[in-house]
Nanobody, 130 residues
Framework: QPQLVESGGGLVQPGGSRRLSCTAS????????IGWFRQAPGKEREGVAC????????TYADSVEGRFTTSRDNSKNTVYLQMSSLKPEDTAVYYC???????????????????????WGQGTQVTVSS
């Protein structure tokens, strides 16, 4: 049974940093691209970033480029999302997801598309507020 579990969410002050983790089980983690998504209240879920199978390729949405960094440790079946310079508009539930599609990290539109991903976590809340 494929499973993804996010952790690391919480309350952060504007300008602060936070690191999210996503740990996978039940499938061949190394064979999957991992994406990060977020959903704010009243808004659609949007793609934030994705990382290739071996971690050598990453793509980011324009809204987080330069502030967020994703990485992965395949020995731990874990992907990370390091968030810095956080803004109130970053407040959302953050999800990780897994995709078996090849090459989507090379095409931003596919990297951030929910339809490309087959396995999803339950999400972790990040609130940016003073």
């Amino acid at each position: 049974q494929p499973q993804l579990v996010e952790s690391g969410g919480g309350l952060v002050q504007p300008g602060g940093s936070r690191r999210l983790s996503c740990t996978a089980s039940g499938f061949a983690f190394d064979d999957y691209i991992i994406g990060w998504f977020r959903q704010a209240p009243g808004k659609e879920r949007e793609g934030v970033a994705c990382i290739s199978r071996l971690g050598g390729g990453t793509t980011y949405a324009d809204s987080v480029e330069g502030r967020f960094t994703t990485s992965r440790d395949n020995s731990k079946n874990t992907v990370y999302l390091q968030m810095s310079s956080l803004k109130p508009e970053d407040t959302a539930v953050y999800y990780c997801a897994a995709s078996a599609a090849a090459g989507i990290t090379l095409i931003k539109a596919r990297c951030v598309s929910r339809e490309e991903y087959s396995h999803w976590g339950q999400g972790t809340q990040v609130t940016v507020s003073s």
